[in-house]
């Protein structure tokens, strides 16, 4: 399996312009996690999905934040507008139902400039 | 919010040398977990104690769990230079959903 795959792996935007991030799964895991990683708050976990649907989204930072899973292999996150303040790692994450480990993505860099 | 806290911030020793990391929680437990995290990667699961078990081992890696005072600590023996990366505990409660880590412990191990 080639384990949970994020795009891209950096992206560069101006304020005020909209961002998707987006990720794979493993195949046949029944969970998936969005998380920001910062400086200063290390990761927060953003909101989770069971069977594609959203369980927990109080992580959720604003409105111009929000999540979608259409189906078991694809989930995105798009910020709209984007600010400076957004500027971190996103990193998603899934795991299987009986078992508690995470497997994470290798993250988005996301700078706003 | 963060539900785990590391201790200390930043760890640098000696290759061969052990180091130990702590954690500490704020609310009741399923289980916790133990991550490493090398520069500009994902996290990677190292191991797992529930909250029903004191200690646990993997390879060179010990963990030890006090739910009593909501600590818990990773040992790593005989340290490598690969061994360099942050390390982070993660606690689950109830429903092993949310899952929220502490902010890390940065340990440099040197040649």
């Known amino acids: 399996d080639a384990g949970v795959i994020q795009s891209p792996r950096h992206e560069v935007t101006e304020m005020g312009q909209e961002v998707t991030l987006r990720c794979k799964p493993i195949s046949g895991h029944d969970y998936l996690f969005w998380y920001r990683q910062t400086m200063m708050r290390g990761l927060e976990l953003l909101i989770y999905f069971n069977n594609n649907v959203p369980i927990d989204d109080s992580g959720m930072p604003e409105d111009r934040f929000s999540a979608k899973m259409p189906n078991a292999s694809f989930s995105t996150l798009k910020i709209q507008p984007s600010e400076p303040r957004d500027s971190a790692v996103y990193f998603c994450?899934?795991?299987?139902?009986?078992?508690?480990?995470?497997?994470f993505g290798s993250g988005t860099q996301l700078s706003v400039l | 919010s963060q539900q785990g806290e590391e201790d200390p911030q930043a760890l640098s020793i000696q290759e061969g040398e052990n180091a130990t990391m702590n954690c500490s929680y704020k609310t009741s437990i399923n289980n916790l977990q133990w991550y490493r995290q090398n520069s500009g990667r994902g996290l990677v699961h190292l191991i797992l104690?529930?909250?029903?078990?004191r200690e646990k081992h993997s390879g060179r890696l010990r963990v030890t769990l006090d739910t009593s005072k909501k600590s818990s600590s990773l040992l790593i023996t005989a340290s490598r230079a690969a061994d360099t990366a942050s390390y982070f505990c993660a606690t689950a409660r109830y429903n092993n959903n949310d899952m929220r880590f502490g902010a890390g412990t940065r340990l440099t191990v040197k040649p």
């Open positions: 994450a899934s795991r299987s139902r009986v078992r508690e480990k995470l497997f």
């Open positions: 104690i529930r909250s029903n078990e």
